[in-house]
């Protein structure tokens, strides 16, 4: 069982507080010549293409023959050679966590400060190198953002203010009184006791989401969860909360997110009419070991499809889980291409073990054969994985509008490395059913229209942002297309995928 004290750390990971945003980088002009386009919006691929991009934008997509816009005064022009090149959108993460190193708490952050520094230079390249050039942070501030953005090359990132019920889930996990300077826009419900320095009226649905809005949040996110390991039975909002939230969010323009993987909480979820649940469905309340959607879950996803409610699957998230006690992914090749090497030789010490020691409480891992430690923890996440796969299955063959999160890192969690954790998840969908063509749009055009982002990216069309992949292979046929990537555009810049790549010699 996990102490209440490590539960702290768990959320001091995800809660440490920012610096200032640095100088965008100039930009030059690119001409894109000859590339195949494909686009979630085109019926089919546009071929023989040639994209101009201008002042971080595209300015213009022409056929064979036709004439794009001249390089003008600009002075400095890039051309490449897209022929037998595929040129699609940015992939879009919908669900992330931004504020920590993952598996770092600030004191370890503190200590191993040189090892900190080099992860924090590399994370956003991480993602931008398996094709992420949109992010959206479902729990942050202003001040975090900050932080965050305080690089180089960083891909945009969007944030959610997070609505967390007062002493709820996932604030509950701080201590009084961090967990309400944490947590800046934490609900009060009506009746509910306050400490003298906090004035509940600030903390009523509309002021919150006024607050979130001034803050620049483009969605609000929300939880329902009575909680888990080692804090249970926590508060969990009222339907009239989460109605009068859900007014004022849509009033403002933002869409409501709900923190929700139970048959309960989606259940929850439709009745108070959230725009996007921000979970698969794995928490099935069934005793058996039944796989198959139950009548019970076919209730609540028929309910998602039928309010045609916004479902990110999330599955890679109980492999994150599950995976702290693999014997062999710290030694996976593919994280040494995401994670500087000294951070994963740390994750591998006694001290970067620490929570995967305090979950290990609960299956006696103490003194016995790691592999039989990590067969056992395998046959435990079985049955939630099996569930959640079957869950979007049946969104999936039912035209269900599922849209591309991952929740990295779901926790304290090094199993949930940055932008590859995205690449273990398309391979999840797939193995769950859906098609590489689905994955692109989920990840693209649904994605951005959720978030109501459509308007900068999702799509190859001209007055859009140039976040773009220069790709070997058709994304809409293969997911092993980003495992090709030539060139990614973040705003018109051209990154080599060689010069993201964590350590060079792998």
Known sequence: MISRISLFAMLTCWLAFYGELSAAATIGDVRIEHVTVVSPERASPLHDAEVYIHDGRI????????????????????????????????????????????????????????????????????????????LVDLISTPQRMARWKDHDVVPDTYFCGAAAVMDGYPMNYL???????????????????????????????????????????????????????????????????IRELLGAAHAAGLP???????????????????????HGLWGWNEASTVTEPTPAVKTVLDGVLAKNVGWQPTIQVLYGERDLFSTTFLSDPLLARVLPSGLIDWYGSAEGQWFRDLRAERFRAK??????????????FALPIDRVAHATAYLVSHGGRLLFGTDTPSG???????????????????????????????????????????????????????????????????????????????????????????????
């Open 175 to 241: 201590p009084k009184p961090l967990r309400y300077r944490a947590f800046p826009y934490l609900l009060i419900e009506p009746d509910t006791a306050v400490p003298p320095d906090i004035a509940p009226e600030m903390h009523a649905p509309v002021a919150v989401v006024a607050r979130m809005k001034a803050d620049g949040a483009i969605c609000v996110k929300t939880f329902y969860e009575h909680g888990f390991a080692g804090a249970r039975n926590l508060p969990v909002p009222k339907a009239e909360t």
């Open 367 to 380: 003194d016995r054969d790691p592999k039989a430690v990590e067969a056992e923890v395998n046959e435990l």
């Open 59 to 134: 300015a213009s997509i022409t056929t064979s023959g036709a004439m794009g816009p001249a390089a003008g005064a600009v002075a400095t022009v890039t051309t490449i050679d897209g022929t037998g090149l595929y040129l699609a959108p940015g992939l879009i993460d919908s669900h992330v966590h931004l504020g920590a190193i993952p598996g770092m708490t600030e004191e370890q952050e503190a200590r191993h400060s040189d090892i900190a520094q080099l992860a924090r230079d590399q994370i956003p390249r991480s993602y931008l190198l398996y094709g992420f050039t949109t």
């Open 256 to 278: 409501v997110l709900m923190h929700a993987s139970s048959i309960e909480a989606q259940a929850f979820g439709l009745d108070t009419g959230v725009d996007i649940m921000a």
């Open 412 to 506: 304290p969690i090094y199993a949930n490395p940055p932008g590859l954790n995205g690449w273990f998840e398309m391979h999840r969908l797939v193995a769950a059913g859906e098609t590489p063509e689905q994955i692109f749009r989920s990840a693209t055009l649904s994605n951005a229209q959720a978030l109501k982002l459509d308007q900068d990216v999702g799509t190859v069309e001209v007055g859009k942002r140039a976040n773009l992949l220069l790709l070997r292979e058709d994304p809409t046929q293969t997911i092993e297309a980003y495992a090709g990537i030539v060139k990614v555009l973040l705003g018109g810049r051209v990154l080599d995928p060689a010069d993201l790549v964590a350590n060079r010699s792998h």
